[in-house]
C-alpha cells in the first residue's frame, strides 16, 4: 500500500499554471495531520461506520508516503484520499470560491485545461457519451480502452479511492465517475496538454489511436456538447423541481431535487406541496404511484420529513430518525401519523447513484413503511444513517485548501426490511444498462415498473 500511495501522490510531475509554489514536507504533514484532527473533531459519524485503526493506518500510510515538497494540486491527492476514506459522501473537497488554492476556480477561470469528451462507465469499461470537439473522429457509443497508453480499467481503479462515497456504495462512485471523470482525471491523474486514446468504434474488432488536445473550460462552454438537444436544456419553470403526470389509474411522480435555492425560486411549501399532489392522487383513484427519485442529490430535510406521513400504510410507533451533532447534541424525531391523503396504492420507486442523501432517504422510508417495490441501482447514501447537515468549514494552515467536513449525524431507526451494513437502498429489481440503450434513452426503470403493475 505505500508503494502504491506513493506512486499516486507523487507519481505526475506536472506544475499547472498557479500550482508552481511547493510546500515542504512538514508544512504538508502538519496540514494532513490538521485535516485528520478536523474529520475526528466535527464528524460524529466517523467511527460508527469506521473501525479507528483503519483509519488510522490509513493516515499513517499517506502521512509516510510524503517524503519531498509538493505543490498544492499534488498534495490535494493526499487530501483527498484521506478524505474520502472516512466513508462519508457529504465531504466536500475544495470551492469554487476559494481563489488561493485554485483546485477549482483554475477550472473556471480557464487556468486549468483537460480531456474535452464526456463518458460513460458500465462494468468497469468507458464509453464515448459526449464531445465538445468540433470535429467528428470521435463518435458517441465508441468504447475508450487507454488513455495515454494506460488501460482504462486501471484508470478507474486508481480514481475510485478518492472519490468520498458513504460506506462501500460503488454506485455512488460511478455516478461522479460519470459526471466529473474530465476533472477527476485531472486532479489525480494526470493533466497533460494532448491525449492519446486507444479507441474501439461500435461494432468493430480493431480499435485506432487518435490524439486530441486538451481544452479549457471557456473553449468548451463556447462549443455546446455535440448532441444535447432542447429535452435535456435545464428547465426554465417548476419542472426543474418536480414532474407529476397522470394517467388513468396510474401516476409517475419525479422529485428531481430537493435544493435549496429552487425551493426559494418557486416559494414551495413541503406540507402545501405534498398536500396537494396526493390529494390530486386520491380524487383520481390512482392504484399505483411510481416515485421516480433517480438523480435526486437530496437537500431540504424538510422535503422527506412531509412525505413520510403520506405512505404510511397504517399508524407506526417508535422513532422516525435521531440527529447527534459533534458537540453531543442529541434529538430523537417519531415517526408522524398518517394524513387523511395518505396513499394507500401500490407504490414503485425508482433509484440510481444519484440518488442521494435526503434522495435516497425517502426511498429507505418508502421500503421500511410503504411495502415500496424498488427498482433500479443501489442508491448513493447509507441506509442505516450518514453524516450530514451544516458543515464545519476548514481551511488547512498552510496549503489553504478547503474542506467542508458533514458534522451532524442522521441515524435512522426501525431497519426491518434491509439488513446491511454501510451499503445504500438495495433495489428489489437491479437494472443494468448497456451503451447503446443509455444512447438511444431507454428507460428501463420507468418499463419495468410498468411492466409490474399490467403483470406483462
Do not use: C
Not at 461500435?202 to 486538451?214: K, R
Not at 429535452?231 to 396510474?250: A, H, M, N, T, V
Not at 442521494?356 to 432517504?361: A, L, T
Amino acid at each position: 500500500m505505500r508503494i502504491i500511495l506513493a506512486v499516486i501522490i507523487l507519481g505526475t510531475p506536472f506544475f499547472a499554471a498557479g500550482q508552481i509554489e511547493q510546500f515542504s514536507v512538514r508544512e504538508l504533514r502538519e496540514d494532513l495531520a490538521f485535516l485528520k484532527m478536523s474529520i475526528e473533531k466535527f464528524n460524529p459519524a466517523l467511527y460508527q461506520y469506521n473501525h479507528k485503526a483503519e483509519f488510522d493506518r490509513l493516515f499513517d500510510e499517506i502521512y509516510q508516503s510524503i517524503d519531498e515538497p509538493l505543490t498544492r494540486l499534488e498534495f490535494f491527492k493526499a487530501v483527498s484520499l484521506l478524505t474520502a476514506g472516512a466513508k462519508e459522501g457529504h465531504f466536500v473537497i475544495g470551492s469554487v470560491h476559494n481563489k488561493v488554492s485554485k483546485i477549482y476556480s483554475g477550472f473556471f477561470d480557464g487556468t486549468f485545461q483537460y480531456l474535452p469528451l464526456g463518458l460513460t462507465f458500465l462494468d468497469n469499461r468507458a464509453y464515448i457519451s459526449g464531445s465538445h470537439r468540433a470535429d467528428s473522429t470521435l463518435q458517441k457509443g465508441w468504447e475508450v480502452l487507454e488513455i495515454n497508453g494506460e488501460k482504462m480499467g486501471r484508470i478507474i481503479e486508481r480514481l475510485l479511492p478518492f472519490i468520498p462515497a458513504d460506506g462501500d456504495i460503488l454506485t455512488a462512485k460511478y455516478y461522479k465517475l460519470n459526471t466529473n471523470f474530465p476533472v477527476l482525471y485531472y486532479w489525480y491523474i494526470d493533466q497533460p496538454a494532448n491525449f492519446k486514446l486507444k479507441v474501439l468504434p461500435t461494432g468493430s474488432s480493431s480499435p485506432f489511436t487518435v490524439n486530441i488536445s486538451a481544452t479549457n473550460h471557456m473553449a468548451m462552454t463556447n462549443r455546446p456538447e455535440e448532441g444535447i438537444d432542447d429535452e435535456y436544456e435545464p428547465k426554465k419553470d417548476i419542472d426543474e423541481f418536480y414532474e407529476l403526470k397522470l394517467e388513468q389509474d396510474l401516476a409517475v411522480l419525479k422529485l428531481k431535487s430537493f435544493n435549496h435555492q429552487l425551493i426559494e425560486k418557486y416559494r414551495i411549501d413541503p406540507g402545501e406541496f405534498y398536500k396537494s399532489i396526493f390529494r390530486k392522487l386520491a380524487d383520481k383513484n390512482i392504484k399505483n404511484l411510481i416515485l421516480d427519485l433517480r438523480d435526486n442529490g437530496g437537500g431540504s430535510r424538510e422535503f422527506v420529513r412531509q412525505l413520510v406521513p403520506y405512505l404510511l400504510k397504517g399508524k407506526e410507533e417508535g422513532m422516525l430518525y435521531q440527529t447527534v451533532s459533534y458537540f453531543g447534541q442529541m434529538k430523537k424525531y417519531p415517526i408522524p401519523k398518517p394524513k387523511p391523503y395518505a396513499f394507500k396504492g401500490k407504490l414503485y420507486v425508482l433509484i440510481n447513484g444519484g440518488s442521494f442523501s435526503n434522495g435516497s432517504v425517502i426511498a429507505r422510508f418508502a421500503k421500511e413503511f410503504a411495502d415500496a417495490t424498488i427498482i433500479g441501482e443501489e442508491s448513493g447514501s447509507r441506509y442505516e444513517g450518514f453524516a450530514t447537515g451544516s458543515a464545519a468549514y476548514v481551511n488547512l494552515p498552510n496549503t489553504l485548501i478547503e474542506i467542508h467536513i458533514p458534522r451532524y449525524w442522521i441515524k435512522y431507526g426501525h431497519q426491518s426490511r434491509q439488513n446491511t451494513s454501510n451499503r445504500g437502498v438495495l433495489p428489489h429489481y437491479s437494472i443494468h444498462y448497456s451503451i447503446d440503450e443509455i444512447l438511444n434513452r431507454k428507460d428501463k426503470e420507468i418499463e419495468k415498473a410498468r411492466a409490474l403493475i399490467t403483470g406483462s
